[in-house]
């Protein structure tokens, strides 16, 4: 089984406010370089 990059989850997070308009109000968490902070762990 093949799973997808992070960078194709980050992409897609990064982008999904222009996708779905019922996600519109969410923005991702950005660092001082604006790249999206990720988070790994059980719920993550």
Same mark, same amino acid.
């Given at each position: 089984?093949?799973?997808?990059?992070? +960078?194709?989850?980050?992409?897609?997070?990064?982008?999904?406010?222009?996708?779905?308009?019922?996600? +519109?109000?969410?923005?991702?968490?950005?660092?001082?370089?604006?790249?999206?902070?990720? +988070? +790994?762990?059980?719920?993550?």
């Amino acid at each position: 089984m093949s799973y997808l990059r992070i +960078s194709k989850y980050v992409e897609a997070i990064k982008f999904a406010e222009y996708i779905l308009d019922q996600f +519109s109000p969410l923005r991702p968490a950005l660092d001082e370089y604006d790249i999206i902070v990720i +988070s +790994s762990g059980n719920f993550a």
